[in-house]
Nanobody, 113 residues
Framework: QVQLVESGGGLVQPGGSLRLSCAAS????????MGWYRQAPGKERELVAT???????NYVDSVKGRFTISRDNAKKTVYLQMNSLKPEDTAVYYC???????WGQGTQVTVSS
């Protein structure tokens, strides 16, 4: 059974930083790409960043240069370092195993002064 548990969300002022973590259980982490998604109120869930098992990364244009996705296969954990946060980054952030149906429960990120 695969479980994903996100942590690290919270309230931060514009321009601030947060680091999200997604810890996975099960045996599929190391061989799969991982992704971070977000869903703002009233909007559809969108892909934010992905990282392959080999470390290749990809980002949505709106976060390029501000967010960094990384992974530690030994710890079965994927991270999202978010810098220079903007109010429009406010959303619930979710991690996902590849294109599977395995999602975390989400962690709230609120950027507000």
């Amino acid at each position: 059974q695969v479980q994903l548990v996100e942590s690290g969300g919270g309230l931060v002022q514009p321009g601030g930083s947060l680091r999200l973590s997604c810890a996975a259980s099960g045996n599929i982490f190391a061989i799969n790409a991982m992704g971070w998604y977000r869903q703002a109120p009233g909007k559809e869930r969108e892909l934010v960043a992905t990282i392959t098992s080999g470390g290749r990364t990809n980002y949505v244009d709106s976060v390029k240069g501000r967010f960094t996705i990384s992974r530690d296969n030994a710890k079965k954990t994927v991270y999202l370092q978010m810098n220079s946060l903007k109010p429009e980054d406010t959303a619930v952030y979710y991690c996902r195993v590849g294109l599977s149906s395995y999602w975390g429960q989400g962690t709230q990120v609120t950027v507000s002064s």
